[in-house]
C-alpha cells in the first residue's frame, strides 16, 4: 500500500466506517472516494427529482448548455473566426465523455469559469463572483482564480467572489450542520490534498501529478507495473513543470497585458496539480 502506516491506518478506519452503513456491510473490496464539498448537496438537488437515467441526461444538457452558450460568447470575444473551432470537440473529449457516463462537472465548470471571466472583462464583478463562486464550492482548485483577482487588482470580483463562495458553503450547513462543514474543512480537505482518501494513481483524474506518480512511485496494491522506483525523479518533474507554469503565469501577471492568457495559466496551474502530493 502506498503512504506512512498512520495514512494506512487512517484508510483501513475509513473504509470500516463505510462498511458500517447498512447497505454496504456486505462489501469486501477495498472504496474509493472523493468527498466533495458540501455545497454539491444543494447543487444536485434538483436532479434527484427523477430517474437515474432522466437527470443523469437533464444534467449533461444543462452542463453543454452552459458550456456551450459561454463558449461562443468568449470566441466571439476573442474574435475567432477560424474553422478550427469545429476541433474543440476532439480536445475536449475526455471530459465531454466522463461528464456524459460519469456525471462529472468539468464541462460545466469549465462554462462556469469562462462566464466568470466575460462578466469580469465587462465590470460585471457580481455576475464574475457568482459564477466563479459556483467553480470553487464545487471543486475547490478553482479557488486560484483569487490569486489572479488580486494580481489584477480587480478587488470587487475577489470580494464578490469571497462572499459568494461563503454563502455556497454556508448554505448547505442547513442540512448538514456547521459540524460537518468544520469537519469537511478542517479534517477531510487536509486529508485529501496527501491522498489518505483518493487514489493517487486514478488516471480518472487526468493531472500531471498522476502520471508523474504512475511513472515513479510504484505500490505494491495500486501501481505495481511502475516503470521506475524514484521518489526524487517525481519531486523533480512535478517540481520543474510546477516552476514553469508559475514561471508565465507570474510573467503575464506582472506585464498586465493579456487577461486571457493570464487566466488561462491560473486554470492550468490549478487543474494540472489538483491531486496532492505523493
Same mark, same amino acid.
Given at each position: 500500500?502506498?503512504?506512512?502506516?498512520?495514512?494506512?491506518?487512517?484508510?483501513?478506519?475509513?473504509?470500516?466506517?463505510i462498511?458500517?452503513?447498512?447497505?454496504?456491510?456486505?462489501?469486501?473490496?477495498?472504496?474509493?472516494?472523493?468527498?466533495?464539498?458540501?455545497?454539491?448537496?444543494?447543487?444536485?438537488?434538483?436532479?434527484?427529482?427523477?430517474?437515474?437515467?432522466?437527470?443523469?441526461?437533464?444534467?449533461?444538457l444543462?452542463?453543454?448548455?452552459?458550456?456551450?452558450?459561454?463558449?461562443?460568447?468568449?470566441?466571439?470575444?476573442?474574435?475567432?473566426?477560424?474553422?478550427?473551432?469545429l476541433?474543440?470537440? =476532439?480536445?475536449?473529449?475526455? *471530459?465531454?465523455?466522463?461528464?456524459?457516463? @460519469?456525471?462529472?462537472t468539468?464541462? &460545466?465548470? $469549465? !462554462?462556469? +469559469?469562462?462566464?466568470?471571466?466575460?462578466?469580469?472583462?465587462?465590470?460585471?464583478?457580481?455576475?464574475?463572483?457568482?459564477?466563479?463562486?459556483?467553480a470553487?464550492?464545487?471543486?475547490?482548485?478553482p479557488?486560484?482564480?483569487?490569486?489572479?483577482?488580486?494580481?489584477?487588482?480587480?478587488?470587487?470580483?475577489?470580494?464578490?467572489?469571497?462572499?459568494?463562495?461563503?454563502?455556497?458553503?454556508?448554505?448547505?450547513?442547513?442540512?448538514?450542520?456547521?459540524?460537518?462543514?468544520?469537519?469537511y474543512?478542517?479534517?477531510?480537505?487536509?486529508?485529501?490534498?496527501?491522498?489518505?482518501?483518493?487514489?493517487?494513481?486514478?488516471?480518472?483524474?487526468?493531472?500531471?501529478?498522476?502520471?508523474?506518480?504512475?511513472?515513479?512511485?510504484?505500490?505494491?496494491? =495500486?501501481?505495481?507495473?511502475? *516503470?521506475?522506483?524514484?521518489?526524487?525523479? @517525481?519531486?523533480?518533474?512535478?517540481? &520543474?513543470? $510546477? !516552476?514553469? +507554469?508559475?514561471?508565465?503565469?507570474?510573467?503575464?501577471?506582472?506585464?498586465?497585458?493579456?487577461?486571457?492568457?493570464?487566466?488561462?495559466?491560473?486554470?492550468?496551474?490549478?487543474?494540472?496539480f489538483?491531486?496532492?502530493?505523493?
Amino acid at each position: 500500500m502506498h503512504g506512512s502506516p498512520a495514512k494506512l491506518v487512517r484508510k483501513v478506519q475509513f473504509n470500516l466506517m463505510i462498511r458500517n452503513l447498512p447497505d454496504l456491510s456486505g462489501e469486501k473490496f477495498l472504496l474509493n472516494y472523493a468527498v466533495v464539498p458540501p455545497f454539491s448537496l444543494l447543487f444536485y438537488a434538483p436532479f434527484t427529482f427523477t430517474g437515474v437515467h432522466i437527470s443523469k441526461i437533464l444534467f449533461n444538457l444543462v452542463s453543454l448548455a452552459v458550456f456551450f452558450f459561454f463558449l461562443l460568447q468568449l470566441l466571439r470575444r476573442l474574435q475567432v473566426h477560424s474553422r478550427l473551432v469545429l476541433l474543440l470537440p =476532439l480536445i475536449f473529449l475526455i *471530459p465531454l465523455r466522463n461528464n456524459i457516463l @460519469f456525471g462529472q462537472t468539468y464541462i &460545466l465548470l $469549465t !462554462g462556469l +469559469l469562462i462566464g466568470g471571466y466575460l462578466a469580469e472583462t465587462r465590470n460585471k464583478n457580481a455576475a464574475a463572483g457568482f459564477y466563479y463562486a459556483i467553480a470553487i464550492a464545487l471543486k475547490i482548485s478553482p479557488a486560484i482564480l483569487l490569486v489572479y483577482l488580486v494580481a489584477r487588482k480587480n478587488y470587487r470580483a475577489f470580494f464578490s467572489t469571497l462572499l459568494f463562495t461563503a454563502s455556497f458553503f454556508l448554505s448547505a450547513t442547513i442540512f448538514t450542520g456547521m459540524d460537518f462543514l468544520v469537519k469537511y474543512c478542517c479534517d477531510f480537505l487536509p486529508r485529501m490534498s496527501v491522498n489518505e482518501i483518493n487514489n493517487p494513481f486514478a488516471s480518472s483524474y487526468q493531472s500531471v501529478t498522476v502520471l508523474l506518480r504512475t511513472l515513479f512511485i510504484p505500490d505494491a496494491l =495500486l501501481n505495481p507495473g511502475a *516503470p521506475f522506483n524514484s521518489l526524487m525523479s @517525481f519531486i523533480f518533474f512535478g517540481g &520543474l513543470i $510546477t !516552476g514553469i +507554469l508559475f514561471f508565465f503565469f507570474i510573467s503575464h501577471l506582472l506585464k498586465n497585458e493579456d487577461s486571457f492568457t493570464t487566466f488561462s495559466f491560473s486554470l492550468l496551474a490549478a487543474s494540472v496539480f489538483k491531486i496532492g502530493r505523493a
